[in-house]
């Protein structure tokens, strides 16, 4: 029987748990989380984005087939005219102008989680790169979609935050979602057991590495 994506979270459900359920997540969810916090993060994610388009771009100079350039291109356009799209006019809302935004530095923990993955593709294959890849677009779509069954969550206008939650819900990005998944299932069938656990490793590094930086959200530290 071959492996799906489902193995790469059984593998590191831990680190996946408290990645999907950070305090930065339940702060966001319950509208309860300082702004400062949520303002310091959606500055650097907006340098995240960046790097994660070049990793795309990477993903597409890798790829040997049309079907895995047009499976590299379509995650490029999620991240470029969904995701960052929406970011900016996101901090222009929140008082971040475009200016701000190209004169900010950059906190270590963004340098470390975009680094490693463009990193890991580097020197990796299109596998390697896709699975450092993952936790960035399937969880935050399993962000939404967790934050969504949740009692906790404020829905509308009486949160701050419900902008974020409804863009991780929106249909372009599960849509994203949804063909990564559909994508690494593919992959992940063919692999043996030695090299799922090379990818299970990577796997686990970039969770952490996303779990490092909602902490340096919630930390405001550059
Ligand atoms: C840090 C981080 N991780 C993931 C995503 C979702 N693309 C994001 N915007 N920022």
Redesign the pocket.
Known sequence: MGYRFDDLTTACRDDWRAYIEHDFVRGLGAGTLDRGAFRHYLQ??YL??IH?ARAFALAAYKSRSLADLRHAHEGLKA?LDV?LDL?VGYCRDWGISEDDLARLPEARA?LA?TRYVLDTGNRGDLLDLHVALA???V??GEIANWLSAQSFTQRGEANPFEAWIAM?ESDD?QGAMRAELDWLDARLADVTPARFNELATIFRDATRL?ID??QMGLDQRL
């Open positions: 650097q994610d995240f984005l994660f991240i995701e970011h963004t989680y936790p960035c677009l969880g935050y991780y990005f996303e930086f909602w």
